[in-house]
């Protein structure tokens, strides 16, 4: 791979309802659809290929853990954004009345891997984590 290009991740998950999970990654989130099938759609999440699938008896609730004062759920997933795409998306969120299962903050004030963050739910209660760091070079900074 070229140095300083990500290569694209994967994931696909199930949802209960095809027509939710549509709406609510094209108009709330803002994905384009890719590929799509009569039990499944792929849309593009920030650059990455994530795949869902209509599979309603595969969902569970998902468990969670204390991090940093928060119940932040073990099974999400998410995007690293830049830290006013972030805040815009945050805002953005705020004002269409969607519901946050952490509310924006920073966490790590002032330690290595200070960053803002967030969480919400898709229709199917896959949680979601978007997350933004001042200096993107401590992503993973121990």
């Not at 998410?78 to 945050?90: C, F």
């Amino acid at each position: 791979m070229t140095e300083n290009v990500m290569p694209p991740f994967h994931l696909a998950f199930p949802v209960s309802d095809l027509g939710e999970t549509r709406h609510f990654y094209v108009k709330v989130i803002g994905c384009t659809i890719g590929r799509e099938a009569e039990k499944w759609i792929d849309f593009n999440f920030f650059g990455h290929q994530i795949s869902a699938h209509l599979k309603p008896e595969a969902i569970s609730k998902s468990m969670q853990n204390a991090v940093d004062g928060d119940a932040v759920p073990v099974r999400h997933f998410g995007a690293v954004l830049p830290w006013n795409e972030w805040e815009a998306l945050a805002k953005r969120l705020t004002l269409m009345g969607q519901a946050f299962r952490i509310e924006p903050k920073v966490r790590f004030q002032d330690l290595p891997g200070e960053q803002g963050t967030f969480f919400i739910d898709d229709p199917a209660g896959n949680a979601l984590e978007f997350k933004t760091f001042k200096n993107m070079n401590s992503l993973f900074q121990r």
